[in-house]
């Protein structure tokens, strides 16, 4: 890849880097957003992934889905070892011993591996300045080992450490904004993305590849198994998450935010959290305040949109 393409569905690589054979869940969203993240960044690509279900799916002795530089890493060093290897290769560069030529260091890891065990060494990454993108795979919780909550989990949701009861509605705290937390490091890239709009998950991990210096691309997963949906309903239901605005997508380019793609007509969040058990048990009350909460955020981001586009006030984007 020396430029940005515009994939669609009568143009799409047929290289496969992310293979078949391996043991995700029916419907799992992750699988889905690693096969085109790879499919968009080619073959010149090596891989440092956090544990987490996408290496635990992945590579069961002797096999691998893999088909391209894989290195298996803890939880809290993928943006560290992401990072050696870029500052290595870059060396070997310099000195000669290996031919010039772009090859894309990417790290990926769990919400679990990055809002709460890598988050210092991703943190450091993105000071340093390494050219390497990190890829956050969102599936809301500590999935591989039984649905445990994260620091990404959302507000009200249940999980196997946050039950709803007689004394909890499930989550207690509201998603930590990991984009948020990427972007304040002045990086010259961040977006969000999610596998549902295929085509404009392929373009950002382009940008965020070409462009110079770290990059981090928070990409929303769908977890049947964890979100208590229906697998065939994964596409639509990430879909619903960017239509009630629970997950705006959007791109921090050089301190400048955007709407990528233009922001759908909006749905209450009700449409969204009905169709996983996860929300069940949520009351009226609770339901309100998520929209609210939803509202309040989104302003927050149109306002942000705004100001570092310099789009007077009233005006649309
Ligand atoms: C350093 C460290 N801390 C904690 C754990 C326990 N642990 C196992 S899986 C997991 C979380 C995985 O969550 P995530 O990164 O979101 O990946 P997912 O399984 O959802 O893909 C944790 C905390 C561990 N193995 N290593």
Redesign the pocket.
């Known amino acids: 890849m020396v430029q940005i393409v515009n994939y669609g569905p009568k143009n799409l690589p047929l290289d496969e880097f992310f293979c078949s054979g391996h043991r995700s869940c029916q419907g799992c969203a992750?699988a889905l957003a690693v096969r085109l993240v790879l499919k968009a960044l080619g073959r010149d690509t090596i891989v440092a992934n956090?544990?987490?279900?996408?290496e635990v799916v992945s590579t069961p002795l002797p096999t691998t889905a893999w088909a391209l530089p894989y290195i298996h890493v803890?939880?809290?060093n993928a943006a560290a070892v992401c990072s050696g290897v870029e500052a290595g290769l870059k060396a070997l560069m310099r000195k000669g011993r290996i031919p010039k030529k772009r090859i894309y260091c990417v790290a990926i890891?769990?919400?679990?591996?990055?809002a709460?065990?890598g988050l210092q060494a991703l943190s450091g990454a993105l000071e340093r300045g390494h050219n390497m993108v990190y890829f956050c795979?969102d599936?809301e919780?500590?999935?591989?080992?039984g649905i445990?909550r994260?620091s990404s989990t959302p507000y009200g949701a249940m999980t196997t450490t946050s039950p709803p009861g007689r004394l909890s509605s499930g989550q207690a705290t509201w998603k930590k904004n990991m984009p948020e937390i990427a972007a304040a490091h002045g990086i010259p890239y961040v977006a969000t993305a999610c596998p549902s709009y295929p085509w404009d998950l392929m373009k950002k991990v382009q940008k965020a590849a070409l462009i110079e210096g770290p990059a981090y691309v928070h990409i929303l997963s769908v977890c049947p198994t964890g979100w208590r949906s229906l697998p065939e309903e994964s596409i639509q239901l990430g879909k619903l998450a960017v239509q009630t605005r629970i997950f705006p997508l959007y791109e921090v380019e050089h301190g400048r935010y955007r709407f990528v793609p233009k922001p759908p007509k909006k749905k209450p969040v009700i449409e969204y959290l009905k169709r996983q058990g996860r929300f069940r048990h949520l009351t009226d009350e609770i339901i309100t305040e998520i929209q609210e909460k939803t509202d309040e955020d989104f302003r927050r981001l149109e306002a942000k949109v705004r100001i570092t586009q310099e789009i007077p006030e009233g005006a649309t984007q």
Do not use: K
Not at 50 to 54: D, K, L, Y
Not at 109 to 114: F, Q, V
Not at 141 to 145: C, H, S, V
């Open positions: 992750e956090a544990t987490g279900c996408m803890g939880f809290e890891a769990g919400d679990g591996g990055t709460d065990i795979l599936n919780a500590y999935m591989n080992t445990q994260s």
